[in-house]
């Protein structure tokens, strides 16, 4: 069985307070997106192993999020050994929850390979046991999230008449780090309140808070922002915790933005 996932962009991002198991209460909308995929293949075999394709990372077998998700349903309904591949294409530590993605579709393959007949409420909670926003990809539609992420809406949100370009530039930045350094504050205004209004009004008042962080951290991120804006971006923002910063276009924007090449050599 082979599949493709989906990355995600955040359309705004508040840390709202640090809750006493540690994880932040937020609230953000996960987008879905298309520009990159990973894809999965799973097939029976004698002994487990896992395939690591085309990546910008090296990790541990047991520390990879598919390899968690077949290990969680393993454990539960004595799964058979599968050979799992994963070949990437969403870069990582990038913002798009790519590692998130692949847990998702991994949960997803091995209900319909193996039958386990999971329900979607059952998919969702082992996909919040694996990551606060892995639920979000086991859907194909936005969602406003709140909690750690895991409780997820869907909104009424289309953004098919613009275009989304994505600047990811080599920088991997770790979510941990990201939460350590942040100041939990109460947002004026709601975020779904904001993520209803014109999205000409989003570039004053849609707001991720780590950007705050992350850009002073690494300034070429916030210069990129910006020529987002020059090049005619209606919105730009840093997605999660970043790296990656993206603009929404209109569909008929006359300038050719090549801005993987245009813009990250000069930074």
Known sequence: MRASVHHKINLGLHIIKKLPSGFHALETVFYPCHNYKDTIEISPASQFSFILKNADFTCNIEDNLCVKAFRLLQNMYDLPPVTLTLTKQIPSGAGLGGGSANAALTLKMLNTLF?????????????????????????????????????LTPIALDLSKYK??????????????????????KPEIPLHQIINMPIKKWKNMLVNDFEKIIFKQHPQLLQIKNELYRKGALYASMSGSGSTV???????????CNLKQELVPKL
């Open 115 to 151: 039958s386990l007949q999971l329900s979607s409420n059952q998919l969702h909670e082992f996909a919040t046991q694996l990551g606060s926003d892995t639920a979000f990809f086991l859907y194909n539609e936005p969602m406003y999230a709140t909690s750690r992420g895991e409780i």
């Open 164 to 185: 989304i370009e994505l600047v990811c530039p080599n920088i991997s930045i770790s979510t941990a780090q990201a939460y350590n350094a942040i100041t939990p504050k």
């Open 246 to 256: 993206y603009g929404i276009f209109a569909r008929n924007t006359t300038e050719k």
